[in-house]
């Protein structure tokens, strides 16, 4: 079944209607891997404004100012900035990069020093510190709507539905979120450097699945789509005031394909922006390092796992971490294919 718009799930009356909207975030997960949240009860609008207010404040500053919390993963570190071009998500279309700039913040939990964070995160440390908590606290209900609709075994103690979100704790030992804000700069039709796609389409974020388990979004204007066929994409509208969210491909993987991630890229729309840069702010969930990701106890996944087309038939995959490390590993095989001095640290 090809979907051909994204679903909306009203979170209203959440308690009351929690076996309705369960059922539907599972047939939103099912057949196109996006929905739109309304009515969430996390984060505020407040909060959800101040955080795009800090995002663009810290994009206005001097690139040497910014380039100063550069990511480094040779060095651990995958927190910091990335500018224009820097990330190449499709490298098959794409020779130059990704026309975009971010910045990531593993989970920030009460006891994580951030001396290595710009002046202006660390001074407005509780402004970022209760947005992630807002978003995490719907991801985590996202989780538990899912585990209740797969039928998963109940919490023994509490009853709760916490069998995937139990492994997704915001205050744990390490992280499980990173908080991502983007910047696309405002460009011209034209522009040096464009990179087009077949039908002449101006990319800004090469297409991909996500990685982890779960992708909640903000969005100030429209760019980003989604592929529901082989050469057919659709245009995720900008909903005011709710919250984008896409399964990713660790979830697809744990559920033999029954929950489907989508290939999803940016465009540019300059006639749908009025000149203005676009904004986004993701929030990406995963489980724990050591959770393993095989074997769900839910009998509504398929009993044999499909082809994926990034992992291997043979790939020995059992947890979270050893997932991640593969997709990353195997994005940056296909990196180096078109750029043979690639080190395995630049992505």
């Known amino acids: 079944m090809t979907v051909h718009s994204i679903p909306v799930v009203d979170f209203t009356d959440f308690s009351n209607r929690y076996e309705e909207i369960a059922e539907q975030v599972l047939d939103a997960c099912k057949n196109i ?30 690139v040497e100012e910014k380039i100063k919390c ?33 910045f ?17 995160f660390q001074e407005n440390r509780a402004d970022l510190e209760g947005f ?47 908080l991502r804000i983007l910047r696309y700069p405002n460009r011209k039709p034209g522009d040096e450097g464009e990179e087009c796609d077949s039908k002449k389409n101006v990319i800004l974020a090469g297409q991909h699945t996500d990685y982890i388990m779960l992708t909640l979004l903000y969005q100030t204007a429209p760019g980003l789509q989604v592929r529901v066929s082989d ?20 979830f697809e993987w ?20 009025d000149g203005k840069d676009r904004y986004s702010i993701g929030y990406f969930i995963y489980p724990e390092p050591d959770t393993k990701i095989i074997n769900m106890p839910s009998p509504l996944i398929p009993s044999k796992r499909p082809d994926f087309k990034e992992i291997a038939k043979d790939a020995e ?24 001095e690639l080190d395995y640290d630049y992505i």
């Open 231 to 250: 050469d057919e994409w659709i245009t995720v509208p900008v909903r005011s005031n709710a919250i984008l969210a896409n399964m990713g491909g660790m």
């Open 132 to 178: 992630s908590k807002g978003m995490h606290g719907t991801a985590l209900q996202v989780l538990d709507l899912l585990a209740f609709a797969l039928k998963l075994p109940p919490n023994e103690k509490t009853g709760a539905n916490d069998w995937l979100s139990s492994t997704h704790q915001y205050e744990t030992s390490g992280s499980t979120s990173v």
């Open 254 to 273: 744990f559920t033999n394909g029954l929950l489907k991630s989508a290939m999803h890229r940016v465009i540019d729309m300059p006639n749908q922006r």
């Open 104 to 120: 990531d913040m593993e989970t920030l939990t009460s006891k994580r020093n951030i001396d290595h964070f710009p002046p202006l």
């Open 33 to 62: 891997g996006f929905f739109h949240i309304i009515n969430a009860s996390t984060p505020s609008s407040a909060e959800v404004n101040r955080a795009f207010e800090l995002s663009k404040e810290y994009f206005g500053l001097p």
């Open 317 to 340: 995959i059992t947890t979270s971490a050893e997932y991640l490390e593969y997709r990353y590993r195997r994005s940056f095989l296909e990196k180096q294919a078109t750029n043979p």
């Open 70 to 102: 550069n990511q480094d993963t040779a060095k651990g570190k995958i927190e910091g900035y990335l500018g224009l071009y820097a990330q190449r998500l499709d490298p098959k279309i794409q020779k130059k990069g990704d026309y975009k700039e971010s």
